[in-house]
């Protein structure tokens, strides 16, 4: 057995071992203590940096947390992963503890976020006076510098009036319903058996698509626009000073984005909601087993803008999955001028958020609101604040009517493809 003095070695070696550790502890508490001058430093700066972004003007700021980097703020909690439908726990979170309207810093910069219906109401509604567009950076390095969301005034209202003119004429059009038709089918057929990856797709089409507009571009200059007259033919014939080719491939580049990400956000989620719910399945059966009548589901069919206006069931269940998908949930608006609302200021310069999915999962407006009920619709407006899938204002959707054309022809090939299977 080791006796007590052998363990405890003669005060010579224990001050030989003592700093023989000291010798190795001095950088790692000499760095510690440097990290946390650092740390204190910092801290300091932000706090000093937080307050002058606020002292800068006399109102009284909304409520809520800038977070504890400059640049980073409260990106990083608010792009944590929810796990389950809208609003974000980041979102729902804050309402809870700050109430409608809060500040944070996200995106890189100070941000108001309004999850008010009526405040969201007059931030759309005052685009142009009060605010105006403003996507962060990262995002507009994806979508194009000059996408729909960064031009103002007159050239965004020629842009806006091509795309409505284009969208709401060819949607019409009972060849462009058999295209889209037929597309929907040939990739339901692809997916059969497989595990479908849309972000792999998303990503690797993204880099392809300024190469497809360029050829596209100098195809259509080479032949006159004929029955196919499309957005970019419409763009095209505006072309001049203010719009020109660059902003007219940003100005493509932004209406692909806004169409696919969404709308396949939404179809995405479309067969989990009617898996949940068989009662929705068998409604949408019911009507469009009746639009196909006599014909086999294997039959090749052509569906028209008429069959397409008789799809009133669907017409609700589009608006059901709207309502809870979300898929665009946030815009980026920033304040021209300082703003008061609702007894807080939103200053001059910042980057304003309204987010929509507060008030479409608000139990007082939607009773049992995470539920997917069609039939809610029945009576209920939707030309109101409290349901705005596609924004408001005069950068409402230009796409919305496709959009929901889209859709429902994807429920209609969903659901009677089922009867074949
Ligand atoms: C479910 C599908 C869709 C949803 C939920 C949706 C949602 C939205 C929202 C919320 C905005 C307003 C953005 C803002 O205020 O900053 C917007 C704008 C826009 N969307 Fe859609 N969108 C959808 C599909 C489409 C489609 C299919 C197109 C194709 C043409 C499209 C084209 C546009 C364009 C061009 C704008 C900009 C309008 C402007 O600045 O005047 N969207 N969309």
């Keep these: 057995m080791a006796s007590c003095a052998q363990e405890i070695p003669p005060l010579k070696d224990r001050l030989g071992s003592i700093s023989a550790v000291t010798a190795m502890v001095q950088p790692v508490a000499a760095a510690l203590l440097i990290t946390a001058i650092i740390m204190y430093m910092t801290s300091r700066i ?26 980073v703020g409260e990106s990083l909690q608010y792009s944590r992963p929810s796990g389950r439908f809208l609003p974000a726990v980041f979102i729902s979170d804050r309402i809870k503890r700050y109430g409608p309207l809060f500040k944070s810093h996200i995106f890189g910069g100070p941000t108001i976020i309004s999850t008010d219906a009526k405040v969201n109401q007059l931030i759309l509604q005052k685009e142009g006076t009060l605010f105006k567009s403003g996507y962060p950076r990262s995002i507009l390095s994806i979508i194009g510098m000059h996408n729909t969301t960064e ?23 009972d060849k462009v319903i058999s295209y889209i038709s037929d597309e929907i089918v040939q990739r339901m057929n692809a997916w059969d058996g497989q595990i479908v990856r849309f972000q792999e797709e998303a990503t690797r089409a993204k880099r392809k698509v300024v190469q497809v507009l360029q050829k596209l571009i100098a ?9 196919t007259y499309d957005i970019l033919d419409g763009l095209l014939a505006v072309e001049g000073d203010t719009l020109t080719r660059e902003v007219i491939i940003d100005v493509m580049l932004g209406v692909t984005f806004a169409a696919y990400e969404t709308t396949a956000r939404v179809l995405m989620l479309i067969p989990k909601f009617l898996g949940d719910n068989p009662h929705v399945m068998k409604t949408l059966q019911d ?3 009746h639009i196909l009548g006599e ?28 309502r809870l998908v979300n898929p665009g949930d946030i815009v980026f608006r920033e304040a021209m001028e300082d703003v008061n609302v609702d007894g807080y200021v939103i200053p001059k310069g910042w980057k304003v958020m309204p987010c929509f999915s507060p008030a479409h999962t608000d139990p007082t407006i939607y009773k049992d609101p995470l539920s997917f009920n069609p039939w809610r619709w029945n009576n209920k407006d939707t030309n109101n604040m409290e349901f705005t899938p596609f924004g408001g204002g005069i950068r409402q959707c230009a796409g919305k009517e496709l959009a929901k054309l889209e859709l429902s022809l994807f429920v209609h090939h969903l659901v009677t493809r089922c009867r074949s299977l």
């Design 151 to 173: 031009i103002h005034g007159n050239t965004h209202k020629v842009v806006r009036n091509v795309i409505l003119n284009v969208v709401s004429s060819r949607i019409r059009d």
């Design 287 to 289: 009507e469009h087993f």
């Design 46 to 71: 932000i706090l000093g940096w937080g307050r002058k972004n606020a002292s800068k003007n006399s109102g009284n700021l909304p409520p809520g947390t800038m977070g504890l980097l400059p640049v």
């Design 295 to 322: 014909r086999a589901c294997t039959e090749k069919v052509t569906l028209t803008w008429d069959a397409y206006k008789s799809m009133t069931f669907t017409e609700k269940v589009v608006k059901e999955a709207l």
């Design 219 to 227: 195809k259509k200059m080479c032949r006159p626009a004929t029955e």
